[in-house]
C-alpha cells in the first residue's frame, strides 16, 4: 500500500475558500513536515453550492520522494453485540417518532429492525444507522440527530453528525465503509434502488419495499469500491436534485466496467429545490394532498346545512361564496 506524504488537513480547523470566501475549506498538509502546502491547494466542503477543490499536481504527489511502502492495515468491525444493543428505544428515537407519523409504527419498527438502526446516546435521541458489510460485519456506525418534527438533520448550532468507533473511543480504528443497507443484497434481490441518504432509503422501503434499498452515505461515496458487491444486480441510482450530471456520468464509468446500473432523473425532473431527494418529494406530495382533503370551518358548516336544505348548494354557486380562507366551498354529496 502507498502512502502519499500529502492529505487534506485532518480534524475540524477551517479557513476561507479563495473561491466562494466562506470558512468552509480545508487545505492539504505535507505530512512529512506538517506545513501547508500552497493555499490554493484544497477543498470546500461546499461541494454542491461551491464545489472548489485542487488537488495538488502529478509531480508533488508522484514523485518517488514523495511516498512511502506501508502493508496494508487491517479492516477494523465493531463488535456485533455493542452494535445489537442499541437496536432498541425506538421510542427515544427522533428519526423513528417522525417516521411513525407518516407510516405504521409497527412497520417503520420492522424496517429499522432490518437495517439494524439503532438509538444512540450520543445526543437525546440521536439514530445511529450501521453499516453491515455482505458478511454481516459491523465496519462502524454513522450517529445523527434529526428533527422529530420535519424530519430533517440538526445542523445547528453545530452539524449533528459522529461515527460509532469515535463514540466508542476506538483508537486507531481502520475504517473502511459499506453501502448502508449491503447485507441486504442477497439472491432474492430483484432490483436495487440506490439513494444518497440513509433516511431516504429507509423511506423509500416503507413506500416500496419490494426493492432493496441501498444509501451510499454520501455523494463521492458513489464509486467502483463501494459498490463492488453490487455488481450482479441491477441497479438504479437516484441522484438528489442537483447532482444528476455528476452522479450519470459515474454510473456510465461504472456500466463500462461491467456494471448494471442506470442513473434516474425522476427526482432532477419532480424536485422542487437544491438537496431536494426521493423522500422529499413524497414528503411534499403527502403535505399537498393533507391540505387539500382538509376543510374549514365554514365547508364543514355548510355540509351540514345541505343535509338539511340542499338549497344551500346552490345558493353557494350563485353568489359564488367563499369559506373564511378566501377558498371555494365545495359541498360533497
Known amino acids: 500500500m502507498i502512502q502519499y ?3 487534506l488537513e485532518k480534524g475540524s480547523k477551517k479557513h476561507i475558500c479563495p473561491n466562494c470566501n466562506k470558512k468552509k475549506y480545508v487545505r492539504y498538509i505535507d505530512i512529512e513536515t506538517n506545513n501547508y502546502l500552497d493555499y ?9 453550492s461551491c464545489g472548489y477543490f485542487k488537488k495538488p499536481n502529478d509531480s508533488l504527489v ?3 520522494s514523495k511516498f512511502i511502502q506501508q502493508p496494508p492495515k487491517a479492516v477494523n468491525t465493531i463488535r456485533e453485540s455493542i ?3 442499541t437496536i432498541k428505544n425506538y421510542h427515544r428515537n427522533n428519526l423513528f417518532l417522525f417516521l411513525s407519523k407518516h407510516f405504521k409504527s409497527q412497520q417503520v419498527e420492522q424496517t429499522f429492525k432490518t437495517y439494524k438502526i439503532g ?4 445526543w437525546n435521541g440521536s439514530t445511529v444507522f450501521w453499516q453491515l458489510d455482505q458478511y454481516s460485519n459491523f465496519r462502524t456506525g454513522k450517529i445523527m440527530l434529526y428533527d422529530t418534527a420535519t424530519g430533517n438533520r440538526v445542523k445547528k448550532p453545530y452539524n449533528h453528525i459522529s461515527w460509532a468507533h469515535k463514540a466508542l473511543k476506538i483508537t486507531d480504528f481502520n475504517l473502511k465503509q459499506c453501502l448502508f443497507g449491503l447485507h441486504l443484497a442477497n439472491n432474492k434481490t430483484r432490483l436495487i434502488g440506490l439513494v444518497e441518504s440513509e433516511k431516504t432509503a429507509i423511506t423509500m422501503k416503507l413506500l416500496l419495499p419490494e426493492y432493496t434499498w441501498l444509501a451510499t452515505g454520501s455523494k ?3 464509486n467502483e469500491s463501494l459498490l463492488t458487491p453490487l455488481k450482479p444486480f441491477e441497479i438504479i441510482a437516484y441522484p438528489d436534485y442537483g447532482e444528476f450530471p455528476d452522479w450519470n456520468k459515474k454510473c456510465e ?3 463500462a466496467t461491467g456494471f448494471k446500473i442506470t442513473c434516474s432523473q425522476f427526482v432532477e425532473q419532480n424536485a422542487l429545490k437544491q438537496g431536494y431527494d426521493l423522500a422529499d418529494i413524497y414528503f411534499d406530495i403527502e403535505q399537498s394532498t393533507t391540505n387539500k382533503i382538509k376543510r374549514s370551518t365554514t365547508e364543514i358548516q355548510a355540509q351540514n346545512l345541505y343535509t338539511k336544505n340542499s338549497s344551500i348548494k346552490t345558493l353557494i354557486k350563485t353568489f ?3 369559506d373564511e380562507g378566501g377558498n371555494c366551498i365545495d359541498i360533497r354529496y
Request: hydrophobic share 30%; proline share 0%; net charge positive.
Open 5 to 7: 506524504l500529502h492529505s
Open 40 to 48: 490554493t491547494y484544497g477543498r470546500c466542503d461546499r461541494e454542491s
Open 62 to 64: 508522484l514523485s518517488a
Open 83 to 85: 452494535a445489537l444493543a
Open 119 to 122: 438509538t444512540s446516546k450520543k
Open 220 to 222: 463521492q461515496n458513489l
Open 253 to 255: 464509468t461504472l456500466k
Open 320 to 322: 359564488e361564496l367563499t
